[in-house]
Every structure is written in C-alpha cells, then in structure tokens.
C-alpha cells in the first residue's frame, strides 16, 4: 500500500529551539492531517489542512498545505519537553487516508 | 467520557490460536477503522467500515477478518496468527466516512506471536 514519505525520520533538539518536518507524496490529497503520538497512547489530531496553500496555526504549531496538493510541512517553534513523541502526517483522498511513516522528536532541557 | 476503547492492551499468544482484538465506541461514529503500527512504517490501514454490516480492505488485510454487526463496535478476528502479525494495533473511529480530521483513536494494543 501506499506511505507518505516523511522527514527527517528522528529530530533531537533543545528546549526552546524551532522543529521543521516534511511529508512528500507522488500522490494528490484533498486533506493534510497531522497527528501527534504520545508513548504508550493513540494518535492524537493537530492540524487539519483542508485546501492548497493553506496555512493554519494552532498554538506553537503552524502547518501548511503545499500548492501542489503533494506534501505538506509541520513547524514547532520554542519546543518544549512536552513536544517530545512521534509526530505523523496522513493525507485524505476519498475514503482512505494514509499515513506517514513518523517523525520521532526528542526536545532536551 | 467520549472514547474508544481496545481490549486487551496487550495480548502474547502462539502461532494458528485463533484471538479476537475488541474495540468499541461511545460517540456514535459511522466510521471505524484498524490500524496496525510497525517500526519504520507508520500506521497502515487493516480494514474500514463505513456503517453496520459494511466493511471494506485497506492496505494490509491478509490474515486479518472484521465484522460490524453493530454502530458501536468493531471486533478485528486473526483467525490463525503468525508471527509476523506481531504489531501495534489501533482501532478508530470518526462521525462519518468523510470526516476523517476528527478520528479519535484508541489506546492501542500490542500483540506479540510467538
């Protein structure tokens, strides 16, 4: 089955520094979905990306929708040790949605 | 409380002994969904059901079964486990089949066939 590529594919980062993650696909996706993935707990949703070139924000957390409707970008800024966990994007096309392969973030104090 | 819920969370059996993952959902979602998550490979869709006794392949079905015989739940059957089903599984559900940013996933539960 079909994966989004998604990098960099681990991040190791100080406390206050800015986080960048990309997710490719050969793919288009209506939707751009990014979850976040505590140790121990299911996937929990971020951001929703629902047209190209859209950029939303929620809290520290901005992403957009890329033009071509093929990739999408995750940005954190002033991480903080709760950041800490796999983050994963998924795109929506019709009735499936397929996810990334995770990119695992470790913030130090 | 609005959740899914997995059971059991952790599961170790042997290879062919027939086992039954429940998952069960309290918002009245139409949707629902197996996901397995394995190192390096993200979470990759088992099987989908987009209302009761509807129940659709997503990416990886092989050697897995589903039924819907009701909203709320939505039992993943491995009728002769391998080893190589060993994985992290998650169970989700979403209001309907075209609302999927608002999937609320389970807790997980982690099998191990030896």
């Known amino acids: 089955g079909q994966q989004l590529n998604q990098s960099p594919q681990s991040m190791f980062i100080q406390e206050g520094e800015d986080v960048s993650m990309n997710c490719t696909s050969s793919s288009i996706f209506n939707t751009w979905l990014w979850y976040k993935q505590d140790p121990g ?12 070139g859209e950029l939303t ?5 901005t992403a957009q929708f890329g033009i071509t409707r093929k990739d999408s970008f995750l940005n954190i800024s002033a991480s903080i040790p709760s950041d800490v966990g796999i983050y994963f994007c ?11 392969t995770g990119t695992r973030l470790q913030v130090f104090p | ?38 190192p390096g490979l993200g979470l990759r869709q088992i099987y989908y059901s987009m209302n009761v006794e509807v129940t659709d ?18 039992p993943l059957i491995l009728e002769s486990p391998s080893p190589n089903q060993t994985s992290l599984y998650f169970c989700a559900s979403s209001l309907s089949g075209t609302a999927y940013h608002e999937q609320y996933f389970g807790p997980g539960t982690r099998l191990t066939v030896t």
Request: aromatic share 10%; proline share 4%.
């Open chain 2, 1 to 38: 409380e609005a959740q899914v819920t997995q059971n059991p969370r952790y599961l170790i059996t042997v290879t062919g002994k027939k086992l039954t993952v429940t998952c069960s959902q309290n918002m009245n979602h139409e949707y629902m969904s197996w996901y397995r998550q394995d």
């Open chain 1, 41 to 52: 707990e299911g996937p929990v949703l971020l951001i929703a990306l629902y047209k190209a």
């Open chain 2, 57 to 74: 392949k997503g990416d990886v079905p092989e050697g897995y079964k589903v039924s819907r015989k009701e909203k709320r739940n939505f």
């Open chain 1, 57 to 61: 924000s929620n809290g520290r957390l």
């Open chain 1, 90 to 100: 998924a795109g929506q096309r019709a009735d499936k949605l397929i996810f990334g």
